[in-house]
């Protein structure tokens, strides 16, 4: 490795993270949402660890579903979205992806092919997020005269499980009617549902943040651990006196005599330009600020109340200490946002790279 900062996967904390959604969602199936890179995680890492655990897999496109094949042949793949087209439909078909209809156009391209040239679908249905999902009376048209199979999973997606009850249980009671008047599996629960609203279960839990340890959640985050930690080593260190300022824009000035430190990290590795002032990392077994203006490449801290900072020393920027829900909470971001953005320039490893 040229430079010392990469995202560690702790694959171990994954994998109880997945054990603990499934025991907490006893008598559902587990999907496991794997889109955008496994939240940024890595496919490639995520998947296979997850194979023995999970009853199946969701991603968001077609072009995501044949990755993950590539890696898992024989798993249950939901792509979320569904396809674009016929020949992406038949795509799915050929490499056994489980495919959502979510309109009118992709419900006709699934019609159109023969009988028994036709994927496994999972039907969604929009109880009140009003983006993806067939309205009721399309629903009850696609399962006139018994055109879908017997195991087809009628499903949909909350807007507000982790903030409005009634909204959830108004979706909820939504799908549950049609689902239960058209005899189909069904499944509705995302995290904030799963770890909340036990009567969202159904047939299949869809968690995707929380497996990676990002619950929005106080009371239960105790039982789910970060999968990603990042780390970097202090590229060096500068004293500055009072009155000196650091960084682009001069944004903060020593009001003392000070000790900063660079980290070879910046905003092109993920790491939100637009943090405030008072985000921390962990050193040292203490928190230390975030100083001045994230730079693309580098990141500026102060160690003045760490006397035994020295360069090379391991810095954790976000991860077991300084959590990303921290992180994201303190600056008015979303988690899920920071973990979706992290670029292929970060290294991830379940090795231990530093
Ligand atoms: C992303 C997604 C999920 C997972 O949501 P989390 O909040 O990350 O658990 C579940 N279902 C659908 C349809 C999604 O798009």
Request: charged residues 20%.
């Amino acid at each position: 490795m040229t430079r010392p900062t990469f995202a560690y996967i702790d694959i171990e904390a994954l994998r109880a993270n997945a054990l603990w959604l499934k025991q907490h969602c006893l008598g559902s199936k587990l999907m496991c949402v794997v889109k955008a890179d496994a939240y940024g995680h890595d496919l490639k890492l995520i998947a296979p660890a997850l194979s023995n655990i999970a009853d199946g897999f969701a991603v968001a496109h077609c072009t995501e579903g044949l990755e993950l094949r590539a890696i898992n042949p024989t798993a249950p793949i939901l792509v979320l979205e569904g396809t674009f087209d016929a020949a992406e439909l038949n795509a799915a078909y050929q490499h056994d992806l489980t495919v959502a209809l979510t309109n009118t156009w992709q419900v006709r391209d699934y019609l159109a092919r023969p009988l028994d040239q036709r994927p496994t679908v999972w039907v969604k249905v929009d109880t009140g997020m009003h983006r993806l999902g067939l309205s009721e009376t399309e629903l009850n048209a696609l399962c006139r005269d018994n055109r879908l199979p017997q195991d087809t999973v009628l499903f949909t997606h909350f807007s507000d499980a982790d903030t409005d009850a009634e909204k959830t249980a108004l979706q909820l009671a939504r799908l549950t009617r049609l689902g239960e008047r058209h005899k189909l599996m069904m499944s509705a629960a995302n995290s904030p549902a799963c770890l909340m609203h036990p009567n969202t279960h159904l047939d299949w839990v869809r968690p995707g943040y929380s497996l990676y340890g990002g619950s929005p959640l106080a009371h239960i985050e105790d039982n789910l651990r970060p999968v990603m930690s990042v780390y970097t080593r202090i590229h060096s260190i500068r004293s500055l006196p009072v009155g000196e300022c650091v960084g682009y824009g001069s944004t903060w000035c020593a009001e003392r005599a000070s000790k900063i430190a660079t980290l070879p990290i910046g905003y092109a590795d993920g790491y939100p330009r637009s943090i405030k002032s008072g985000t921390k990392v962990w050193l040292h077994n203490q928190f230390a600020p975030v100083v001045g203006r994230v730079s693309m490449d580098l990141l500026t801290i102060d160690v003045t109340d760490i006397p035994a900072a020295k360069a090379g020393d391991l810095v954790e920027v976000w991860g077991q200490h300084m959590t990303l829900h921290a992180l994201a909470n303190h600056n008015e971001l979303s988690g899920y946002e920071i973990m979706a953005r992290i670029p292929k320039r970060l290294p991830r490893s379940s090795d231990w790279l530093l």
